[in-house]
């Protein structure tokens, strides 16, 4: 199984949210790289959630439950969506200043693409912020 993380601003839809609906739509995503990785998840893959511009934090993690499919709010172009349930809710959200600290994380797109919203991980890399996000 493939790990990844999406980014999302928290007063856009918020890991709270998220956690209340249980399952979501991962749409509006309007960047090639960004939707050619939504293209490549695969039912199953563990997807970091990440609060982006305020928080900046990783806030727990979810599961692709549905592959890519064409993006319902799309009005024009060719654009992705797929479907994330979640798993699990980190005990403490893990800070961009920790991910920049960690070395292993440091070297996550995150931090050298940090303007993508859906990036590839290592399973090191989704372990890492697990371990992070529950203390450890």
């Not at 806030?59 to 439950?65: D, E, H, I, N, T």
């Not at 709010?73 to 991910?99: H, I, K, M, N």
């Not at 440091?106 to 590839?120: G, T, Y």
């Amino acid at each position: 199984m493939a790990a990844w993380l999406v980014k999302e601003e928290p007063s856009k839809y918020a890991w709270e949210t998220f956690v209340s609906d249980k399952r979501t739509c991962w749409d509006k995503v309007r960047n090639y790289q960004a939707r050619n990785n939504l293209r490549a998840m695969k039912k199953g893959d563990e997807v970091v959630f990440y609060h982006s511009v305020t928080t900046k934090a990783a806030m727990g993690v979810c599961k692709v439950v549905k592959t890519a499919y064409p993006d319902p709010s799309a009005e024009e172009g060719d654009w992705s969506a797929v479907d994330l349930q979640v798993v699990e809710s980190f005990a403490e959200p893990v800070t961009l200043e920790a991910v920049k600290a960690d070395k292993l994380l440091a070297e996550c797109a995150l931090v050298k693409q940090s303007r993508l919203s859906v990036m590839p991980l290592t399973a090191a890399q989704l372990e890492r912020f697990r371990k992070l996000g529950a203390g450890k």
